[in-house]
C-alpha cells in the first residue's frame, strides 16, 4: 500500500464509519462535495413475519473517497466516520484498479457479498468481557450468534461462548 506523497493528487482512500452508519457517511460526504464510492448488495432479509430486500454495504464500516489532503481532512471531520484507514501513519492508497475491479465485480455479479466470519481453528483476541485481551483459539461457532474460543489457563484449557462481536483475529 503506498502512502499519500503529494496533498493535490487525488487518491483512493478508506474511511472506517461507525457501526452502520455508511449510508449517513456517504450523504455527509456527498454534502461537503466530496467523491465517495459505497458499494452496496442487494439481499434478502428475513424475520419471522416477512421477508423483504434490502441494501446492504459490500464492506461493514468502510467507505472509499476519492480525494486530495485537504479533502481527506474534510472527510473525517463528518459525523459518520471515525478515522482514514493507515498504514505506518499514512493513509493507505487503495489502487484505482481495485476500486474498478469492485465496481466491475458487483454489475456482473451483484449476488457476491463479503463476510467476516472467523473460522475454527483460528487465533483470536477478546476484546470485551471478563476475558478481555486473553488470546484464545476458535473451536465452535453459531451463525452470527456467538463463537466457542478456547483458552489456555493454568495448564487447563476453559471453552468460553462469545457474542462474534467480542473476538477479533489474532495476527
Not at 461507525?18 to 432479509?45: D, G, H
Not at 465485480?105 to 451483484?110: N, V
Not at 486473553?134 to 466457542?148: C, M, N, P
Request: glycine share 2%.
Amino acid at each position: 500500500m503506498a502512502a499519500v506523497n503529494d496533498i493535490a493528487v487525488k487518491h483512493w482512500l478508506a474511511l472506517y464509519t461507525k457501526p452502520r452508519q455508511e449510508f449517513k457517511a456517504a450523504i455527509q460526504l456527498e454534502s461537503v462535495s466530496i467523491e465517495y464510492y459505497l458499494p452496496t448488495f442487494t439481499a434478502m432479509k428475513k424475520w419471522s413475519d416477512r421477508k423483504k430486500k434490502i441494501i446492504e454495504p459490500l464492506f461493514r464500516s468502510y467507505i472509499f473517497i476519492h480525494v486530495a489532503e485537504k479533502e481527506r481532512m474534510l472527510a473525517v471531520f463528518q459525523k459518520a466516520i471515525v478515522k482514514t484507514v493507515s498504514f505506518n501513519g499514512k493513509p493507505s492508497v487503495i489502487p484505482d484498479w481495485q476500486i474498478e475491479n469492485i465496481k466491475k465485480m458487483l454489475i456482473e455479479s451483484p449476488e457476491v457479498f463479503v463476510t467476516n466470519k472467523i473460522e475454527v481453528g483460528t487465533k483470536v483476541k477478546i476484546v470485551d468481557g471478563p476475558f478481555k485481551d486473553v488470546i484464545g483459539v476458535v473451536t465452535g461457532a453459531q451463525e452470527d450468534k456467538w463463537l466457542s474460543v478456547s483458552i489456555d489457563l493454568l495448564r487447563c484449557s476453559v471453552k468460553v461462548r462469545l457474542p462474534k462481536e467480542s473476538v477479533l483475529k489474532f495476527p
